[in-house]
């Protein structure tokens, strides 16, 4: 069981790019989440999914788009990439009814 | 506006010495808590959880305590080792809306050998 992975690790991108984040799990949890973790803000919510081909806007949705074509996949995608978006990405995944695993996050720069 | 607060952005703690982090959350619906624990480079994994109809949970070293009436929950530590050190949160939920979680800032707790 390889729990939750995120693509890529690392990316640097000039303001203005687009980019997708690609989350997979593989425990056939019906509950993905995208968080992003910022100095002194803890872990806010961008967009969650409560099954294949939901989605939902978390607390800070702006800026972001995802996808949920399979039940195991979440994508989270940035048209146009803006400085404040430089952060850490967490994706997570639950059964709904209790914690959720959270993958090893990626780090993103934006320029 | 932050719906769950550590007012604590770090706790430095002696070996062996009981480490207490705090949280406090201000939405009183919140029915389910959890503590996670991060350690650098790394995702949060899972400590221990709560339900809101319980106010003490135990396992092993840790323990969490639910003050509902204060909206105050803390996580105690006992006894404290060097592979403790790593960064706390603590977040809320409310079990009928998607399980989406409320994280707080987080605590990092060291301890010292």
């Known amino acids: 069981n390889a729990g939750v992975t995120q693509t890529p690790k690392f990316r640097v991108l000039k303001t203005g790019q687009s980019m997708t984040l690609l989350c997979a799990q593989d425990?056939?949890?019906?509950?993905m989440y995208w968080y992003r973790q910022d100095p002194g803000m803890g872990l806010r919510l961008i967009h969650y999914?409560?099954?294949?081909?939901?989605?939902a806007k978390g607390e800070v949705p702006d800026g972001y788009n995802v996808s949920r074509l399979k039940k195991q996949n979440f994508l989270l995608g940035l048209e146009s990439a803006a400085p404040s978006q430089t952060s850490v990405y967490f994706c997570?995944?639950?059964?709904?009814?209790?914690?959720?695993?959270f993958g090893p996050g990626t780090r993103l720069t934006v320029t | 506006d932050q719906q769950v607060k550590q007012n604590s952005p770090s706790l430095s703690v002696q070996e062996g010495r009981i480490s207490i982090l705090n949280c406090d959350y201000t939405?009183?619906?919140?029915?389910?808590f959890l503590w996670y624990k991060k350690y650098p480079a790394e995702g949060p994994t899972f400590l221990i959880s709560?339900?809101?109809?319980?106010d003490k949970n135990e396992d092993g070293r840790f323990t969490v305590f639910l003050n509902k009436s204060a909206k105050h929950l803390s996580l105690h530590i006992v006894p404290s080792q060097p592979g403790d050190s790593a960064v706390y949160f603590c977040?809320?939920?409310?079990?009928?809306?998607?399980?989406?979680?409320?994280f707080g800032t987080g605590t990092s707790l060291t301890v010292i050998p």
């Open positions: 999914s409560v099954g294949e081909g939901t989605t």
């Open positions: 977040a809320a939920s409310l079990m009928n809306t998607g399980n989406q979680f409320y």
């Open positions: 709560i339900s809101s109809i319980k």
């Open positions: 997570a995944s639950s059964t709904g009814t209790a914690w959720g695993y």
């Open positions: 939405n009183s619906m919140f029915d389910y």
């Open positions: 425990m056939n949890h019906e509950y």
